[in-house]
């Protein structure tokens, strides 16, 4: 049975509003006021739920882009029987999706330097961003070291970097030029991972 759309709760009906019209208008054009619109609420009913419009993203991110889950549970969870590098390189493929998600959403934020300050203050106020990412990776990294897995003069924050920057870097080769620039994810995922693990395993 179908649920409609008035019946679902307004924080939901709300997010789902912010989803589409990031996707469809872009999040430069997105506005409270339209969101509120679109899910059938007032203004000061988003204000309610959401701090601001940087929340509303930051949720729509986490929260609707496949790969988010799975990623954020890659880098929270301990596998202490699993190799290290195996683990690498499922974080490796799923930071791989998740940024291809992501850059689409984030692009328009670019194109106006008034409106990328003001989304940083408004993410700032929330306490998080793009950085959270890259943190967790490396406290991941941290307790594998902690562990004895990597080698003792491994830096986890550099290993972080350089994982993540090369799953950013691979999105950004896949929007910008097209898919036959890049290496497919399931061939690009292991040789990443099969590559960091080189220097700090």
Do not use: S, W
């Given at each position: 049975m179908l649920t409609s759309k008035s019946s679902r709760p307004t924080p939901e009906r709300l997010l789902d509003a912010a989803e589409k019209l990031m996707r469809t208008i872009g999040l430069a054009n997105t506005t409270t006021k339209a969101i509120a619109r679109e899910a059938g609420c007032s203004e000061a009913a988003l204000y309610?739920?959401?701090?601001?419009?940087?929340?509303?993203?930051?949720?729509?991110?986490?929260?609707?882009t496949p790969n988010a889950g799975p990623l954020?549970?890659?880098?929270?969870?301990?596998?202490?029987r699993r190799p290290v590098q195996e683990g690498l390189t499922a974080i490796a493929r799923h930071a791989a999706h998740f940024y291809a998600d992501a850059m689409p959403l984030a692009a328009s934020l670019f194109a106006e330097p008034a409106l990328l300050t003001r989304h940083r203050e408004g993410v700032r106020q929330i306490g998080t961003g793009p950085h959270v990412v890259r943190d967790a990776l490396a406290?991941?990294?941290?307790?594998?070291?902690?562990?004895?897995?990597?080698?003792?003069?491994?830096?986890?924050?550099?290993?972080?970097a350089l994982l993540l920057g090369a799953c950013f870097q691979r999105a950004f080769f896949l929007h910008f030029s097209g898919e036959d620039v890049v290496t497919p994810v399931e061939e690009f995922a292991p040789a990443v991972a099969r590559t960091l693990w080189a220097a700090i395993g």
């Open positions: 309610k739920y959401y701090a601001n419009k940087e929340e509303l993203f930051v949720r729509v991110l986490m929260e609707r954020m549970a890659e880098l929270t969870a301990e596998h202490p406290r991941h990294l941290r307790r594998e070291l902690d562990a004895g897995r990597l080698r003792p003069d491994a830096d986890p924050e550099a290993a972080a």
